[in-house]
């Protein structure tokens, strides 16, 4: 079976800025590098990336030492698709501050959207040392130890993230993708299951256990999830496929 893309988002980072006192808006412009964080994060709330961008640049002026500003620039060009200048950016706020766990974390999902595996799991697992809490860092790492076909590592490292964060549907999601390539089905419906759970209108999690079932010989319940499927996204042709393939199977 060819592997499923694992995609995370990274950890909001408005939080390494909540000391920072905030603009008047519409009162004073910013004037200072703390003044233009915070402008540049309520563009970023809007999915202003430019704007936000442009802020955060300002601010590096007035501060070349400010590592957050770097850090929200660097998600702010990760928005965009920019890996490159992300992977700049997060470098740089980690040679200011080489303790600032999420730096690392968000470095290693850069080099997961590039494919460097290798350096991804270096950073994720370094982010871990600085802060074992970090579930997305687990999940992260878990999502490439897949890509590399090391499926154990990936499955012990979603399950950390999960008794992290016990309501992280996507660890669960990716933890039951990774059970069906052991040919575990049983184990991936549960995990397909308890997404469903936490969210109802999960099409990936519908269509990847009606794939759980088919496997397991069961087209009814294969069924009926790839009609779920279609009750949320009308137009999934691989959900009309499938249900087309299991209908002529069970006639058979």
Sequence with gaps: MQKKMMFFLCKVIAITVLAIPSVVWGQTAPTTAEGFVNRGLEYAKQGDWDRAITDFNQAIKLN???AAAYI??????SAKGDSDRAIADFSQAIKLSPDYG????LRGYEYMQKKDYDRGIVDCTKAIELDPKNEYAYANRGAMYYYKDDIDRAIADFT???KINSNFAKAYQDRGDAYIEKDDYDRAIADFTQ??????NNADAYFSRGLAYAQKGDPDRAIADWEAVLRINPNDASAKRNIERAKQQRGR
């Excluded at 929200?72 to 060009?77: D, E, I, P, Q, T």
């Excluded at 999420?102 to 974390?105: D, G, K, L, N, S």
């Excluded at 997404?195 to 109802?200: G, N, T």
């Design 64 to 66: 070349s030492n400010y």
């Design 72 to 77: 929200l620039r660097g998600r702010s060009y």
């Design 102 to 105: 999420q730096a690392y974390e």
């Design 160 to 162: 950390q993230a999960i």
């Design 195 to 200: 997404v469903i759970r936490l969210d109802s």
